[in-house]
């Protein structure tokens, strides 16, 4: 089975710092994502990747940027965090529309 | 833009009896459509999808969905619920390798 890892579970940041969210899959796949799961509002793409080093902007990129220089690893970076960043964070993979793999998600406390 | 609209928030039902969760969505074409669940804890989970062909397309776990031109739903339903389906279900749609989730139904089952 495809997994997909978010090395934290939870994290408890403060305001104005930098904050690396990582995210690595095991099954060489072209593409993948980053979403915010807040709720009342579903899930809300923040940022995705279709190859290394390529990154496009989802609906919701403001406050948000990555990387990706491996295939394997995604990484989501807060520059400054705010209190209005706390949420759920769930990365994703994907050969196609069809094979989504979810993380177990990222529960962030802007402080 | 594609997008869904799941219009209950929450539902309850008791154990045993049947379901149905509303999904509507805004597409010209024929959509790519599913149903994902996130249980408690758990990472989220595909229930079921739909591309093409025939219009009922059965799941996991005893659920089934109809896909519906005419009204532009796509309703997910069960004819017995289980104590163990208590959880939040996203309607999703998906273009370009990326899914737009719905704001979620979180279902409430009563024993």
């Known amino acids: 089975d495809v997994k997909v890892t978010q090395s934290s579970r939870y994290l408890v940041k403060r305001t104005g710092e930098k904050v690396f969210l990582e995210c690595v899959q095991d099954m060489d796949h072209e593409n993948m994502f980053w979403y915010r799961q807040d709720p009342g509002l579903g899930l809300r793409l923040i940022y995705f990747?279709?190859?290394?080093?390529?990154?496009e902007k989802g609906d919701i990129p403001e406050g948000y940027s990555v990387s990706r220089e491996k295939k394997e690893r995604f990484s989501l970076i807060l520059e400054s965090a705010s209190t209005n960043q706390t949420s759920m964070y769930l990365c994703?993979?994907?050969?196609?529309?069809?094979?989504?793999?979810f993380g177990s998600g990222t529960r962030l406390t802007v402080v | 833009a594609q997008s869904v609209t799941q219009p209950d928030i929450h539902i309850t039902v008791s154990e045993g009896a049947s379901l149905e969760l509303r999904c509507n969505y805004s597409?010209?074409?024929?959509?790519?459509l599913f149903w994902y669940v996130q249980s408690p804890g758990q990472g989220l989970q595909l229930l079921l999808k739909?591309?093409?062909?025939?219009?009922l397309v059965q799941g996991i776990k005893g659920f089934e969905a109809e896909f519906k031109r005419s009204q532009s739903s796509f309703n997910l339903r069960k004819p017995s619920v289980h104590w163990s389906d208590a959880a939040e279900y996203f309607c999703?749609?998906?273009?370009?390798?990326?899914?737009?989730f719905g704001t979620g139904t979180q279902l409430k089952v009563e024993l």
């Open positions: 999703v749609t998906g273009g370009g390798n990326k899914l737009t």
């Open positions: 990747s279709y190859d290394v080093k390529m990154k």
């Open positions: 597409y010209g074409a024929t959509p790519y």
């Open positions: 994703a993979s994907s050969l196609d529309r069809d094979g989504y793999t």
């Open positions: 739909y591309f093409s062909g025939d219009t």
